[in-house]
Nanobody, 124 residues
Framework: QVLLVESGGGLVQAGGSPRLSCAASARAFRTYAMGWFRQAPGKEREFVASTSQSGRRTEYGNSVAGRFSVSRDKAANAFYLQMNSLKPEDTAVYYC?????????????????WGQGTQVTVSS
C-alpha cells in the first residue's frame, strides 16, 4: 500500500508561487498516475492537475491551466504542484492522489489512494 503525505501548504499572499510536495512511501508509486485535487469550504472536490505514470502527459483543470504545473521525481518518490499567480479563490485543502488502474486520470473516482491534505490559504 502506497501512503501519500503532502507538504508545502500555508498562508500565502495573492500572486505568490508556493510549491506543494507529495511524498510517497513505496517504489510502487513509480507505476501510478498521480493527481492533485482541492476542496474549498462548502464546495465539491475539484480536479487540479495530473500526470501520467510515465510523467510525459499532464492534464490541468480549467481554473488553474497556465498558472499551475505538475512534475514527478520517480527517483525521490515525489510528486509536485508548482502554483503561480495565486488568487484568493485558490484557497482550499489540496490533496495528492494516486491511481493504479489508469495511465492518467482526471476524475476523483479513478484514484485509489489519497493523502491527508494540506491547507493553502491565499490572502488578498
Amino acid at each position: 500500500q502506497v501512503l501519500l503525505v503532502e507538504s508545502g501548504g500555508g498562508l500565502v499572499q495573492a500572486g505568490g508561487s508556493p510549491r506543494l510536495s507529495c511524498a510517497a512511501s513505496a517504489r510502487a508509486f513509480r507505476t501510478y498516475a498521480m493527481g492533485w485535487f482541492r476542496q474549498a469550504p462548502g464546495k465539491e472536490r475539484e480536479f487540479v492537475a495530473s500526470t501520467s505514470q510515465s510523467g510525459r502527459r499532464t492534464e490541468y483543470g480549467n481554473s488553474v491551466a497556465g498558472r499551475f504545473s505538475v512534475s514527478r521525481d520517480k527517483a525521490a518518490n515525489a510528486f509536485y504542484l508548482q502554483m503561480n499567480s495565486l488568487k484568493p479563490e485558490d484557497t482550499a485543502v489540496y490533496y495528492c492522489a494516486a491511481a493504479s488502474r489508469y495511465e492518467i486520470a482526471v476524475l476523483s473516482s479513478q484514484y485509489d489512494i489519497w493523502g491527508q491534505g494540506t491547507q493553502v490559504t491565499v490572502s488578498s
